[in-house]
């Protein structure tokens, strides 16, 4: 009897175990899928960059460079949604490095691509490597983050927009000098990417059982709100995805365009200047999750989306000084929204990390394909000067979010 009571112990410190070893991975993890997700992104924001040597190459009009983003964000938008809904009901580890390696392959192609039909078969294969890692890679960075779920999604998103911020300086450096082939030069970031998602996966695949356990708990346990009223706030936060989105269109797309255009700049320093604006993106997405922890996911969306709106409205009547000051505050300001929007979601649909991060990342990437796609054509019809004067009205649905449900402490009241 005493050598029973004596042993009896054992089985917690062996149960202890695995929690103290994912205690003590969970940076590495999340430093790890920032660190890929700033390389999918950085190959990604390749694609925009490289819309004015495509132009000149090709003899495209701005019709045709608005369809080649139509068809790569489209391929993501339309396919994250199915993917987290999938690996929600049945999970899929080693997805991610699979997944990545659509992108090399989309890559390769777009240094050799010949035609224009090629271009846009390259763009749609680094957008399904995109579907494929951002709602697998978030259900991870949450499974790591130890409940601190704005500092984990703000650290995952801040690697993806350094990523875009680094991509259009990288092109302007070694793509825009030597030609389309040399993109082939980053199919080797998606080597690399691959390599680290491998071991991510293992770390997944180890820690998958009880992190599920605890989404299914999440679930039982989860908010007390009518059906009908989590789908109007999910709406909700889809138009303000809808205003950051389009508008960050506006600007990943087509800024560079508009500094030539009404500037005179040269395409390498107005390159340079993108990556100003895409930096400060990745600064306020670093902000937005930490704050949001502390101060609430809807303050952040407030001042994110609705107190962007007068640096919108002076944007396109600045003058070159002012205009890179405006694009400085308006990426750092409205960047800090994203991380909000995915935590409000999903705390209001628990259990459903995939399906919601597929929904976000994916509606980002679709409303910022169509974006683009529409105000190609606007541009081609008026100007380029014109299409930033009817976008500085985007912010304004930032007004919606005061008929957002309260959540306390990140949750409602159960």
């Not at 929690?19 to 660190?35: D, G, H, K």
């Not at 040269?266 to 670093?286: C, D, E, K, P, R």
């Not at 679709?366 to 974006?371: F, H, K, P, S, W």
């Not at 007004?399 to 402490?409: D, V």
Request: net charge positive; proline share 5%.
């Amino acid at each position: 009897m005493q050598k029973a009571v004596a042993e009896a112990p054992a089985p917690v410190a062996a149960a202890a175990t695995p929690v103290a070893s994912a205690a003590a991975t969970a940076m590495p993890v999340l430093v790890a899928l920032s660190f890929c997700h700033m390389l999918n992104d950085m190959m990604q924001s390749l694609i925009p960059s490289l819309y004015p040597l495509l132009k000149d190459e090709f003899d495209l009009n701005y019709t045709q460079i608005g369809l080649i983003a139509l068809a790569f964000q489209l391929t993501a938008s339309m396919l994250q949604p199915v993917v987290g809904f999938v690996t929600d009901k049945r999970s899929m580890p080693w997805s991610l490095p699979i997944g990545m390696g659509a992108t090399l392959v989309g890559l390769l192609m777009l240094s050799q691509a010949h035609s224009y039909s090629m271009l846009v078969v390259s763009a749609m294969l680094v957008g399904v490597g995109s579907a494929v890692f951002h709602p697998e890679s978030s259900r991870v960075a949450r499974m790591a983050s130890g409940g601190r779920y704005g500092f984990a999604q703000s650290l995952f998103q801040v690697g993806g927009n350094s990523g875009g911020a680094i991509g259009p300086l990288l092109a302007a450096l070694i793509v825009l000098p030597r030609g389309q082939w040399s993109v082939a030069f980053f199919a080797s970031a998606a080597l690399l990417a691959m390599v680290v998602l491998a071991w991510v996966s293992r770390w997944y695949a180890a820690n998958n059982r009880a992190a599920r356990a605890r989404a299914a708990a999440a679930k039982a346990g989860g908010l007390t709100l009518a059906p009908g009223k989590i789908a109007f706030a999910i709406a909700i936060l889809l138009a303000l995805m809808f205003s950051k989105s389009v508008y960050g269109a506006s600007l990943g797309s087509y800024y560079t365009f508009y500094l030539i255009e009404r500037f005179g700049m040269t395409m390498s320093a107005a390159q340079i200047l993108l990556f100003v604006y895409l930096a400060a993106n990745a600064l306020g997405t670093l902000l937005g999750g930490p704050i949001a922890d502390r101060l609430g996911t809807r303050a952040v969306m407030w001042v994110s989306i609705l107190g962007v709106l007068p640096f919108t409205l002076a944007l396109p009547y600045a003058n070159l000084p002012m205009t890179i000051v405006l694009t400085i505050l308006i990426g750092l300001v409205m960047s800090s929204a994203f991380s909000a929007i995915v935590v409000y979601a999903q705390e209001l649909l628990p259990g459903r990390v995939g399906l919601v991060a597929g929904i976000f990342f994916g509606f980002a990437f679709g409303l910022g394909g169509l974006g683009a796609a529409g105000m190609g054509r606007l541009a081609d019809a008026t100007s380029i000067e014109f299409v930033y004067q009817v976008s500085a009205f985007l912010p304004a649905i930032g007004l919606l979010i005061a008929l957002l449900p309260r959540l306390e402490h990140g949750v409602a009241r159960r």
